[in-house]
């Protein structure tokens, strides 16, 4: 009996460990930072706010400072300009394990 035990405990632990690896590796929202569309340098993130995010079309919005919203990707910490990722929310694909392509909004 405790051999049978052990082995439930087993697919039990193993069965979590599956769920917690599908939730944490398929988020909703992509990595964002703020930048300046013409330099791609990265900004502080009070230069995007307040005017309803950059997305796919125009700047930060009415409102906001010089950025817009960078999605995915990096800033390099050799030159301070955001690289790997767009301006385009839709164009950036999360992925993971148990995530649809179709993009969010």
Avoid: N, W
């Avoid at 900004?43 to 930060?60: D, I």
């Avoid at 030159?79 to 950036?92: I, N, P, R």
């Amino acid at each position: 009996m405790a051999h049978r035990r052990l082995r439930s405990s087993t697919v039990v632990l193993g069965g979590m460990g599956l769920l917690a690896l599908a939730i944490t590796s398929c988020g909703s929202e992509p990595d964002r930072r703020c930048a300046d569309r013409s330099t791609r340098e990265a900004l502080p993130s009070y230069e995007c706010r307040g005017g309803g995010g950059g997305g796919s079309t125009g700047g930060g919005g009415s409102g906001g400072g010089r950025g817009s919203y960078y999605y995915g990707g990096s800033t390099s910490s050799y030159d301070g300009k955001v690289q790997g990722g767009s301006f385009d929310k839709s164009a950036v694909d999360r992925g993971g394990f148990g995530c649809t392509k179709s993009g969010g909004g």
